[in-house]
């Protein structure tokens, strides 16, 4: 038995049609209500209209990505309770359905950052990078964060300096427009096209003043407390998206990045419900994480994963290079996820299928005629679906010849 083969779709406005998808071999479909703002319940009608869709193309609803985490239950804002009891009944709607997997992440007011989405690599295709002394230019001299400067090192204020000297006003423009707009529109971000939404983005990030690690950890904790024992009794797995990338930005903190946060995370809440997504992309782009170490750690409580692979450039500077090809070793990693599969179906339990989606992708081909979400292509994902369904055939008949 292999792991699910899953894709990740944007509903019905998606280039990519669930036609297309019964095609390539996909099994579940990762979806999201996009149309329902975040904070508000999902209904079981609601749901099961898109349900009944997936399914009449053969394929189930595998995994939710994602029932948003509201800013408020971050900053436990006085509406917070509202936000909880809706969140609950959405989990509660879905285990009706069921739906028994919802991702989700923690990340504050940004929930992925990136500063070029066309880097093009020596092949021709693209892909998209981070690099950290452009990000301090965006934040310090295009956002003018308050006292930004104080959170970089005197080697990247300078390099940050000569980076916006080079830039036009409307590279600047540009710049700050993908990473709060663009990379965020089609995720529940926080902050949409129109007005001044710089200005808008700044208000936000004003609201963790007071919100440190520790704090944010605590509110983290909280949100588990008080919707755990809803999805245990919806039968419906939670599983936390790391931090992407998994390092400090904007002055805000990160509690999902490390084997120590992950491993704070598995001893604050012992239900298997509280879970992780276990994303190589996210997690890789900080050397000192053992992605096949973690993997072998934390195996039982893995309940969604996102392959994809990285390749540093400097000091947390990187770019997404593919699937198989980077600093993650991708055959390590899928080896430890078909023996935890293996185990789970000896022990009896019932979630076995272990669902993963090609994360992101290579714009490649016919991608460049197609519209698509910054990260998503068509054809550089399912390159990617193709390459890892192969190396998982590979790795299972190996095991199955060794029995």
Not at 44 to 58: A, C, H, K, L, N
Not at 256 to 280: P, Q
């Amino acid at each position: 038995m292999a792991l699910e083969k899953t894709w990740r779709w944007f509903g019905r406005n998606d280039t990519v049609t669930l036609a297309d998808l019964k095609q390539m071999g996909v099994e579940g479909v990762v979806t999201s209500l996009h149309h329902i703002p975040s904070g508000e319940v999902w209904s079981i009608d609601e749901i099961r209209s898109v349900q009944r869709e997936i399914e009449s193309y053969g394929m189930r609803w595998s995994v939710v990505e994602s029932l948003p985490v509201s800013e408020g239950i971050k900053i436990c804002s006085a509406d917070r309770q509202r936000l909880i009891d809706n969140y609950c009944e959405s989990l509660r709607n879905l285990g009706a359905c069921g739906i028994d997997t919802v991702c989700y992440n923690f990340m504050p007011v940004l929930d992925w950052a990136r500063t070029d989405l066309h880097y093009k690599n020596q092949a021709g295709s693209e892909s998209m990078l981070f690099d950290y002394p452009t990000f301090a230019a965006f934040d310090i001299y295009i956002l003018k964060r308050e006292n930004a400067s104080e959170d970089y090192p005197a080697e990247v204020l300078e390099q940050a300096e000569r980076i916006v000297a080079g830039l036009t006003e409307e590279q600047k423009e540009e710049l700050a427009h993908n990473i709060i707009v663009v990379t965020q529109a089609f995720i529940h971000g926080v902050v949409g096209e129109g007005g001044d939404y710089k200005q808008q983005f700044l208000a936000y990030l004003k609201t963790y003043a007071d919100v440190g690690k520790e704090r944010l950890r605590e509110h983290l904790s909280m949100f588990l407390r008080d919707v755990l024992p809803t999805a245990e009794q919806a039968g419906v797995n939670l599983c936390i998206h790391p931090d992407d990338p998994p390092f400090p930005l904007l002055g805000l903190p990160r509690i999902a990045g490390t084997v120590d946060d992950l491993r704070w995370l598995m001893n604050e809440h012992k239900s298997i419900a509280n879970g992780i997504t276990f994303c190589t992309g996210s997690l890789s782009t900080r050397p000192d994480n053992d992605l096949v170490a973690m993997v072998k750690e934390f195996a039982p409580r893995i309940h969604f994963v996102h392959l994809r692979n990285t390749a540093f450039m400097a000091e947390r500077s990187f770019y997404e290079s593919g699937h198989l090809k980077g600093s993650v070793d991708m055959y390590a990693v899928v080896k430890a996820l078909l023996e935890e599969q293996q185990r789970r179906i000896q022990e009896g339990r019932k979630d076995i299928r272990l669902p993963f989606r090609p994360d992101h992708g290579l714009k490649m081909l016919d991608d460049y005629t197609r519209k698509a979400n910054p990260g998503y292509p068509l054809v550089g994902r399912l390159k990617g679906l193709a390459e890892i369904d192969g190396l998982q055939m590979g790795i299972e008949r190996s095991m199955a010849e060794k029995c």
